[in-house]
């Protein structure tokens, strides 16, 4: 075991027994995310350590972090821990319960035990339950990280959609597309765009629940090209999958890039980030049916982010020539602004979009847009969450159609 991951695996125990896992009444604590990502950047443990005692001092919205709850006296079994779904309450309760079950399961089994029976409401607490686990998923073999996100999952559940509802023979053959396609359609719907222009919901979550159940969502989910296809062999289900993964990837970090400025809107950073969390988890799934209807929850929801942040028009970003890119190509210099020990980029967010795109190029090979959006935003003046852009879509241009 390094330095590094020995130092952030006592901070990981340390956080959890200090802080909720939310505060402010809304807002999710990232200090796991930002340990675990720091380690997987290889960062030092002086990196990793000064980097924990910064976030526990920042505010946000006027909020810090929160001490951790005490446990109720509830009895939380195999038999009853679904009643809790989506509840908002008794964390604490759950991540024990969570907890005993893993010590008594290998990693794999656990996820396979729970987390089919959770993808339903992924979209819960704005993603980050899913970015929590599947971080935690990323970083291995230590239950405390693994627990709490399983716990949040069930804590935030939020189910918009039901996979059930899906219905491939509704879709004809010459409406299939790729994910990319679907999100133009998705940026040139009339009835989307302006739901999300004449409503008096106020917040993320208030206005991504307009589209619970939402018939136009589903319309356009349904038509993303792998849940039409049909594989037999183990070989082709990985293949198939594979290729689904790398395609949610390109379009995530698509929509997250060619925003105008690039890199900064807030909640589609989340996309990308609660795209590769979508990624490590699904690659624990052993069920290819499983697999596949995590995405479909993925893809709805990302489509439904989209949709709340007022459905920018990336595609004419792209086209732009004159577009800005990465100051520098190499992964090594971009790495190096977020994990030097004297740096003073501590946004999670930012380390988390930085070390997610390193690992797309890992994962699916080079390609100029994983550079670009990690050295956008790695090289901009974003310090912390205020410096984003939220709902930029919607200032940009606030009429109907």
């Given at each position: 075991?390094?330095?590094s ?6 901070l990981l125990?340390?956080a ?13 604590n990232h200090?796991?995310h ?14 990793i350590?000064?980097?924990y ?19 109720c006296d ?6 009853n821990?679904k ?6 309450k008794?964390f604490?309760?759950l ?6 079950e893993?010590e008594?399961?290998?990693e794999e089994?656990?996820?396979n035990?729970f987390?089919p ?7 819960g ?6 970015i929590?686990l599947g971080?935690?998923i990323d ?12 716990a949040y999952?069930?804590?935030s559940y939020?189910?918009?959609t039901d996979?059930?509802?899906f219905?491939?023979?509704s ?8 994910l ?5 359609q998705v940026q040139?719907?009339?009835?989307l ?10 917040g993320?979550?208030s206005k991504?629940k307009?589209?619970?159940?939402s018939?136009?969502?589903?319309h ?12 037999e062999?183990?070989s ?5 999958f594979?290729?689904?993964?790398k395609?949610?990837?390109?379009v995530?970090t698509?929509?997250f890039?060619?925003t105008n ?24 799934l052993?069920n290819y ?5 995590f ?6 929801s990302f ?5 709340v ?9 792209s086209?732009d020539?004159?577009f ?10 971009i ?9 003073n980029?501590?946004?999670v967010?930012m380390?988390k ?7 797309f ?9 994983w ?7 790695a090289?901009?003046?974003i ?19």
């Amino acid at each position: 075991m390094t330095d590094s991951r020995t130092t952030a695996c006592a901070l990981l125990q340390q956080a959890h027994n200090e802080f909720d896992i939310e505060y402010g009444g809304f807002l999710s604590n990232h200090i796991a995310h930002g340990i675990i990502t720091l380690e997987r950047l290889e960062a030092s443990p002086e990196r990793i350590t000064s980097w924990y005692e910064e976030y526990k001092k920042h505010y946000v919205l006027g909020h810090q972090l929160e001490p951790a709850q005490e446990t109720c006296d509830l009895t939380i079994t195999s038999d009853n821990w679904k009643t809790f779904e989506g509840k908002r309450k008794y964390f604490p309760d759950l991540y024990q319960f969570f907890k005993k079950e893993l010590e008594n399961s290998t990693e794999e089994e656990f996820i396979n035990k729970f987390v089919p029976e959770l993808a339903r409401g992924l979209a819960g607490s704005a993603l980050h339950p899913v970015i929590h686990l599947g971080f935690s998923i990323d970083f291995g073999h230590f239950d405390v990280p693994l627990a709490e996100g399983v716990a949040y999952l069930t804590h935030s559940y939020l189910p918009l959609t039901d996979y059930r509802k899906f219905n491939p023979s509704s879709v004809p053959n010459d409406q299939i597309c790729d994910l990319k396609s679907v999100v133009v359609q998705v940026q040139k719907d009339t009835e989307l765009w302006n739901l999300l222009r004449t409503t008096n919901e106020e917040g993320f979550q208030s206005k991504l629940k307009l589209l619970k159940d939402s018939e136009r969502l589903l319309h356009y989910t349904s038509k993303w090209s792998p849940l039409h296809k049909n594989p037999e062999s183990e070989s082709e289900k990985n293949e198939l999958f594979d290729a689904a993964c790398k395609e949610l990837a390109q379009v995530a970090t698509f929509a997250f890039y060619y925003t105008n400025p690039p890199c900064k809107e807030f909640f589609l950073l989340h996309g990308v980030t609660a795209c590769y969390a979508t990624i490590c988890i699904t690659k624990l799934l052993k069920n290819y049916e499983d697999r596949m209807e995590f995405l479909f929850y993925y893809v709805f929801s990302f489509l439904g982010v989209f949709v709340v942040e007022g459905s920018t028009d990336v595609v004419a970003c792209s086209e732009d020539p004159e577009f800005p890119v990465s100051p520098v190509e190499d992964w090594d210099a971009i790495t190096r602004e977020v994990t030097d020990v004297n740096t003073n980029k501590h946004d999670v967010h930012m380390l988390k979009l930085v070390y997610v795109c390193k690992r797309f190029s890992e994962l699916f090979g080079p390609d100029p847009l994983w550079v670009n959006a990690a050295g956008c935003l790695a090289f901009s003046d974003i310090l912390d969450t205020k410096d984003f852009e939220f709902g930029l879509g919607l200032k940009q241009d606030s009429s109907l159609r």
